[in-house]
């Protein structure tokens, strides 16, 4: 079992930044492959970034070049940097923890936080 928490959501206006995090507690951090996923209102949930098995950052077209996943083993938790925010960048954004290697397919994830709102105003 890994159980995780978001937070950082908020409020912003378009072009400014936001930091997520990751808390995870339960089963080794270290060894689980982790994610990020959003879903705005009416529209499926979407991979937004996650680690490849030997540590590189995999970004949807979308956010690349504006939003930075990290972790931080020691302190079990994640985190996604976002700048530049635009209004379609308005979801819930959820991390998520999967055995196995890294995947963009949510229904690869077993595990998920409880997600934590980001609203960019135009």
Do not use: H
């Not at 990020?36 to 979308?62: C, H, I, M, N």
């Not at 990290?70 to 700048?83: C, E, G, P, V």
């Not at 397919?105 to 960019?120: I, K, L, P």
């Amino acid at each position: 079992q890994v159980q995780l928490v978001e937070s950082g959501g908020g409020l912003v206006q378009a072009g400014d930044s936001l930091r997520l995090s990751c808390a995870a507690s339960g089963r080794t951090f270290s060894s689980s492959a982790l994610g990020w996923f959003r879903q705005a209102p009416g529209k499926e949930r979407e991979f937004v970034a996650t680690f490849t098995l030997g540590g590189l950052s995999v970004y949807a077209d979308s956010v690349k070049g504006r939003f930075t996943i990290s972790r931080d083993n020691a302190k079990t938790t994640m985190y996604l940097q976002m700048n530049t925010l635009k209004s379609e960048d308005t979801a819930v954004y959820y991390c998520a923890a999967r055995t196995g290697s890294f995947s963009r397919r949510s229904y690869d994830y077993a595990y998920w936080g409880q997600g934590t709102q980001v609203t960019v105003s135009s």
